[in-house]
């Protein structure tokens, strides 16, 4: 036999056994593998490209919810990794002790530095969470209700400006201008100023870049492998980003640490110390602030964008919501946090019906059992037994979605959420249960530590906003973005759905609103800002 003859038997023999090994893998996770029981889509019991295809398409969220359609309460979305949705699997997985984030979340970490977001070991996430928690906890809301409170009124009197024009605004850009100068404010007592200047308006949209990067990376690791590649393409966006957050955060170090109150006040002498000698962008605080904006600056605006948009298309709830602001308060000022603001319940619940239709977080949190901890028990989620090693989530969006829970669920409905006068028994447990199905801040131990903060920012800016204007969609096209589209596909076809797109946050366009001065309230907004 010549040598190119025996060169294309080698080749074919190398072809048929690479065929042969993958059909073997292949009917291992199809037959053999341990969640081999489970139905879901073929392709996602072969590969995690099913999700991460998804992922990318920014619509994961819109295929989970279809795929529980079909397949129920749980099925296999990938070959290591189950998606419930059912109240009881929500508290199985996040309110049980022995369970920990995935290994999946290492891949969000900046240069390779764990944050409070993907620190994995419960130990070493108590203590960053002790650390940002005194930071967004009530008490320290109080201390930082006045600085919030400046970066509102800055909204406002930019609003003030449009309506004197009839001016429409798309209301995306603006909430996330205001949402990230209050978390770089709280965060590291910076200024950014991005609602009033261009230059640092740009972080907002970098931020919303890197959160849908990582995401796909958690989604199938895969893509992982090709980040250096990915950098290298976006390389000055990048380091424009990092530029950005290490100028801000060196300013910041650079002025005694108990100068302002934020982050920086009360990290350690030690977390500092170690910055400074080892720097800055391979610290914790650097890890920190990326995660920091991320989750405290775009979950934020996607509440305060969904909910403008749902007011803007039910008139009876705008005009409640509206009428309980205008009689509980006396005056703008009088709209501050504490007893007041709180007891606006309708308030309440219109922006718990807004996080339940369009929920700022998307991403499934994934879980797996905690491999630190002894083994006393076998992992069981809604009555299944977990094998080892396998990943489970509740997808928000979904379980929010879930009419066994939320009646109706694709309806904008606030008043689910108050007490009926004489309501029966049956309907007293049904909204307890609504209650446990709820978690747009997830549950447990590791739930967002900045609710407290979220809740302030939000009935800030709904309550005084409604106490200076009004407002409605704009009329023709443009009154339409954010809006779903009849005949779109895979969930994209209601129109009184506000869109989201999966970056394990959110993001989302619009809507496109027209404010209007409420009599002369206007001017008491002019003579505050004056005096500031």
């Not at 919810?65 to 189950?82: E, F, I, M, T």
């Not at 600085?147 to 003030?160: C, N």
């Not at 980040?227 to 980003?241: A, N, T, V, Y």
């Not at 901890?373 to 509740?394: A, R, W």
Request: hydrophobic fraction near 40%; proline fraction near 5%.
């Amino acid at each position: 036999m010549d040598y190119s003859a025996s060169k294309s038997v080698t080749i074919v023999t190398a072809v048929y056994a690479s065929v042969l090994l993958l059909l073997l893998f292949a009917g291992f996770r199809l037959a053999f593998h341990p969640l081999a029981k489970y139905p879901g889509p073929l392709i996602s019991k072969l590969t995690g490209g099913y999700a991460g295809f998804h992922a990318i398409k920014k619509d994961l969220h819109l295929v989970t919810y279809r795929d529980h359609l079909k397949y129920g309460p749980v099925y296999r979305q990938s070959p290591n990794r189950l998606v419930f949705n059912s109240v009881e699997a929500l508290h199985d997985i996040y309110a049980n002790p022995h369970v920990t984030k995935a290994d999946s979340y290492k891949y969000t970490r900046m240069r390779n530095k764990t944050s409070l977001f993907n620190a994995l070991e419960k130990k070493d996430h108590r203590r960053r969470r002790s650390i940002i928690g005194h930071v967004i906890s009530e008490q320290s809301m109080r201390k930082f209700e006045p600085t919030m409170m400046s970066q509102v009124d800055i909204f406002l009197e930019q609003l003030l400006l449009t309506s004197q024009h009839t001016e429409t605004v798309n209301m995306t850009p603006r909430f996330q201008r205001l949402a990230i100068d209050i978390i770089c404010l709280l965060g590291f007592g910076y200024s950014m100023r991005s609602q009033a200047e261009e230059k640092m308006r740009f972080v907002g949209e970098a931020m919303n870049a890197v959160s849908a990067r990582l995401h796909i990376f958690m989604t199938w690791s895969v893509f992982a492998w090709l980040d250096p590649g990915i950098q290298f393409i976006f390389k000055s966006r990048i380091d424009r980003l990092r530029d950005a957050l290490g100028n801000m955060i060196e300013e910041r170090m650079a002025k005694p640490k108990d100068a302002v109150y934020d982050l920086l006040s009360i990290t350690s002498d030690a977390t500092i110390h170690a910055a400074e000698q080892e720097g800055l962008r391979g610290s914790e605080l650097w890890a920190e602030a990326g995660i920091f904006f991320t989750a405290g600056g775009s979950t934020t605006a996607t509440a305060l964008s969904s909910a403008f948009f749902y007011l803007s298309r039910h008139p009876a709830a705008y005009e409640t919501l509206a009428s309980e602001v205008r009689t509980t308060f006396k005056s703008a000022s009088d709209i501050r946090g504490g007893p007041k603001l709180t007891g606006c319940k309708y308030l309440r619940a219109v922006i718990d019906e807004t996080m339940r239709m369009s929920p700022p977080s998307l991403g499934t949190p994934w879980r797996q059992e905690d491999p630190m901890l002894p083994k006393s028990k076998p992992f069981v989620v809604d009555g299944h037994e977990i094998p080892p090693g396998t990943v489970v989530g509740v997808n928000t969006y979904c379980i929010h979605h879930n009419d066994k829970y939320f009646p109706d669920s694709f309806s904008f409905r606030p008043d689910r959420w108050l007490e009926k006068e004489g309501e029966t028994v049956q309907e007293t447990k049904a909204r307890a249960t609504m209650r446990r199905a709820f978690a747009p801040f997830s549950v447990g131990e590791r739930s967002c530590a900045g609710k407290a903060m979220a809740y302030l920012e939000l009935n800030l800016t709904l309550a005084k906003t409604l106490w200076y204007f009004d407002f409605e969609k704009t009329t023709g096209r443009d009154g339409q973005l954010g809006a779903g589209k009849p005949g779109a596909a895979l969930g994209r076809h209601r129109p009184g759905e506000y869109q989201l797109y999966d970056i394990f946050t959110a993001d989302h366009d619009g809507p496109n609103l027209v404010f209007k001065t409420r009599e002369e309230y206007w001017r008491e907004l002019v003579s505050h800002v004056e005096a500031e």
